[in-house]
């Protein structure tokens, strides 16, 4: 079953690198996993939007890169280039003669707030807030899997790491999530009580 | 009747359904930025199948011309290149060590498209670390305030294997082929029409063993922008950015220095109930690895050890870069000293003497665990 998707995906890849209607489902199918990746790596609105765009933009001029080579996964293969997308986003924002990589990945400075998860008073909003306060390479994890839709193994090849470290970093950081999510709850359920009582 | 859920699937069940909850979180677009990109994207595509350039990406009889042009201009900037490979060497002692040595090669490999020009300049490889240079050169007579590339893939010819790219530094070169940019203030705003990249590669990720050379290929896709000011924003960085068409395929080989020292028996050292373990110590004429693992004291937190490592000839300066990974249970560091000891003999002397667990909010909420984990070992 896999590997008709699989064989159904490289059909539609092959057909994309000369079709625009092709190349049109393929932008349809990954648009929302893209979205959803970058949106949550870079909280500005336009920002983010620039970066999707852009990150497409690299596809059609990469797509032909395909023709000779197939990847093991066209997921991983454009979920790189996001990656590389979002590293240049933050790298350009400091940027500019002198360009050290190892500093330049994205390191979002974000504070978990509490009372604004809690005031914003939506589940998928304090969610958002959660993975955003997590340390770096556990949000990748995270936002890759759930955002993305990556399978672990197609994690590993964007992160250039091993698949058990993927399912380490994973289990640890929906660990985090979880009890995280859950005293917020109680916090709000804390602060609902103490507001009835008044 | 619904039978009572065992302890296991009603964890399970919470599980997914946090999972779902997450799932659920996904940032969403807003309205129509997904139809309106499409059509963007679509005259793009078209435009771009369409373009002469992408369907013979191969030389036209122009570019060949312009290409023995430029190879002349090469054969000079090849000499200019050992000037400023000479500066970067100050903020590398690892590529002090090996040029100095001689060792590493020129490649020379020039490329055009349209305006562009980047130029394979160098190269070096060991067990450890591959190390490139190359020269992005712009449109004649464009000063950038941004002369880079967004693409820098190393793969291995033969198997495709990718190369993971370790480290990256990009300067300035003036009209005198001197590196600029190193240690500038912030303003003014320096500009250039001719940067050099140095990549540091991590060989080690994949198996050479056997190899006297690797037959490689580099893939560079250079871009050109030209800001009024540092922090002018991303939407006119993307607008303002001229970039050629296609990327830029260098296929290349580089001799592999064969001299790589191990010390690979596992060594373990106690203090304060944790277990520290030297995994094994990898030293190339232009680096030096050593991997430590312990299990973790709260493993919902990220571990980092602090290494001093000593040699006969002094403690090593500037530690290195540091790579955590989980190993199964394992918290470990992958240390990396960018320094040239491969004629460092007689006894080492690594200690650990903190470590030091990273928390979810931020960098204040670090448990540190002082103690002495100290290794003591001969690398043959």
């Known amino acids: 079953m896999a590997d008709d998707v699989n064989h159904q995906e490289q059909a539609l890849i092959k057909r994309a690198l000369d079709d625009p209607a092709a190349f049109q489902q393929l932008y349809n199918r990954y648009f929302k996993s893209i979205y959803g990746y970058v949106a949550s790596r870079i909280s500005n609105q336009h920002d983010a939007e620039d970066t999707v765009s852009e990150i497409f933009l690299r596809v059609i001029r990469y797509l032909p890169q395909l023709r000779n080579q197939y990847p093991a996964s066209f997921a991983a293969w454009l979920f790189t280039i996001a990656r590389h997308a979002v590293t240049d986003h933050y790298r350009h924002k400091e940027a500019t003669e002198v360009i050290p990589l190892e500093t330049a990945l994205p390191d979002l400075d974000v504070k978990l707030d509490p009372d604004l998860a809690l005031i914003a008073g939506e589940d998928s909003a304090q969610v958002r807030q959660l993975i955003a306060c997590l340390p770096e390479r556990k949000r990748e994890v995270v936002t890759l899997k759930y955002y993305g839709g990556l399978r672990n193994q197609e994690i590993a090849v964007v992160l250039q790491i091993g698949e058990k470290t993927v399912a380490a970093y994973l289990s640890r950081a929906l660990a985090e999530l979880h009890d995280q999510y859950m005293n917020l709850k109680a916090q709000a359920e804390q602060k609902e009580v103490n507001h009835d009582s008044r | 009747m619904t039978p009572d859920k065992s302890p296991v699937e009603t964890k399970m069940s919470a599980d997914s359904e946090f999972e779902a909850l997450i799932m659920k979180s996904v940032p969403q677009p807003r309205e129509n930025f997904q139809q309106a990109l499409a059509q963007q994207l679509l005259r793009e595509f078209e435009q771009q199948r369409t373009s002469p350039l992408r369907r013979h990406r191969k030389l036209s ?200 020292r191990v010390f690979d028996t596992p060594l373990t050292a106690t203090d304060k109930g944790i277990r520290v373990i030297l995994q094994h110590v990898h030293v190339s004429p232009s680096q030096t690895r050593l991997l430590v693992c312990f299990i973790p004291p709260d493993p919902s937190r990220q571990w980092t050890a602090i290494p001093h490592l000593t040699t006969s000839r002094g403690e090593v300066q500037g530690g290195g870069g540091v790579e955590p990974f989980m190993d199964g249970d394992l918290a470990c560091n992958d240390y990396t000293y960018q320094a040239g000891m491969y004629d460092y003999t007689g006894q080492w002397r690594l200690e650990v003497t903190e470590l030091i667990g990273f928390g979810s909010n931020g960098g204040n909420d670090q448990q540190r665990i002082a103690g002495s984990w100290v290794f003591e070992f001969v690398v043959p």
């Not at chain 2, 970039?243 to 220095?257: A, N, R």
């Open chain 2, 61 to 260: 009889i122009r570019s060949v011309a312009l290409l023995a042009v430029i190879l002349l201009i090469g054969i000079g900037s090849v000499f200019a290149m050992s000037t400023i490979l000479q500066q970067f060497t100050r903020h590398d002692p690892g590529l002090k060590a090996i040029y100095e040595q001689g060792l590493g090669h020129e490649i020379g490999l020039i490329q055009a498209i349209e305006d562009f020009t980047v130029t394979l300049e160098w190269a070096y490889a060991d067990g450890n670390r591959l190390i490139l240079a190359y020269v992005i050169q712009g449109k004649q007579g464009t000063q950038y305030t941004n002369l880079a590339s967004d693409v820098y893939t190393l793969q291995v010819r033969e198997s495709g294997e990718q190369i993971p790219l370790y480290q990256g530094m990009t300067t300035a070169i003036d009209q005198n082929g001197e590196a600029i940019g190193w240690g500038a203030p912030p303003s003014p705003i320096i500009t250039t029409n001719r940067t050099l990249t140095i990549s540091t590669y991590d060989l080690s990720a994949i198996e050479t063993s056997g190899k006297s050379a690797l037959d490689l290929q580099l893939e560079v896709a250079p871009y050109g922008v030209t800001l009024q000011h540092r922090t002018q924003m991303p939407d006119d960085f993307f607008s303002l950015k001229e970039s050629p068409e296609g990327l830029f395929t260098f296929d290349f080989s580089v001799d592999l220095i064969d001299q790589l």
